[in-house]
């Protein structure tokens, strides 16, 4: 349960959860993750976890922070003890390694297919924790191996794992990466199908963050006006968040090929 609850669900996003939950939601939705760290005592595995999730998410989005990240992370490894926790940690160390490597800080290739191997051999077909593990190894396999076919095989498992699991945020990352495929290969009808439905989770879990990124995304599976209609909104709300995710500026320029990062 702590690897869901941690690092690819929507924490607070549903009835009933605690309002530290809701708080810590809140600001990582908003792209306040170190304000949404700082809430977290660091004291046993889930937490030292769950704060580690969101300063490598922070990596990814504003490609700084590298250094809390590190730490965090060196903190939740020596907290960990089950394989669940131990399988998590690695999780998340394979995350950042592929994060510096997308993001041109320093080649961790090597070091983000061992941890993510690493992870596998610890976290069980079935486990909570796996559809995200399954994800980020498509991520891997789509950008730095460039094996669109195992992406494909890996962010479907995802998928499955997600809405098994109800795990509405991390099924809008597979629709996402999924309609990304389908799109290069032509697949119009089902890459607008996945962004669409992708867009619709974010805006309904109020993950802010990540919606410019939908909107984006289905803008390029769409034709005029409605594409430059969802670029407009996409570009007022990275405004809005002061240029994060800082990956998608590119994307609201002019039309330059990138890899699709979250």
Known sequence: MAHSAMAGSGWGTTEGDDPLQTAVWRLRSRACWADAAALLEPVTAAAALQRTALLVER???????????????????????SDEERGAAACERGQLAYAATVHGVRDRADEARAA??????????????????????????????????????????????????????????TWRHLAGLALREGELAEARHGFGESLRIREELGYLVGTAPALVSLADAESEPEASRLREEARRLFKLLGGVPTWLARHLAPPEAGAATA
């Open 59 to 81: 990596c990814l989005y504003t490609e700084q922070g590298w250094a809390d990240a590190e730490d965090a992370l060196r903190t939740a490894e020596a907290l960990a003890h």
């Open 116 to 173: 993510l191997g690493r992870a596998a051999a610890l976290v069980p077909p079935g486990a909570a924790g796996r559809a995200l593990l399954d994800f980020r190894r498509g991520l891997l396999a789509e950008n730095l191996t460039r094996s669109p076919q195992a992406a494909r095989a890996a962010y479907r498992r995802a998928h499955a794992g997600a809405t098994a699991h109800a795990d509405p945020l991390l099924q809008s990352f």
